[in-house]
């Protein structure tokens, strides 16, 4: 039984977590930390800025 709480516990946490992180990258502008940009196969930025309103990434 304890090992199902903790479970339980554990599995909230995370869904919480998860969901505040998502919320982050929809809903708001900002850079994407641990993020890469490809085109062609190859990187052309790391932790690019996103506008989620307009669509738009820009890669420093």
Known sequence: ???FIA?????????AAVSAFAA???G????LAGWS?????EEVCADPYVWTSTREIECD
């Open 37 to 41: 940009v490809t085109v062609g196969g």
């Open 24 to 26: 982050q990258l929809v």
């Open 1 to 3: 039984m304890v090992k």
């Open 7 to 15: 479970g339980f516990v554990v599995g909230i946490a995370t869904a």
């Open 28 to 31: 708001d502008d900002g850079y």
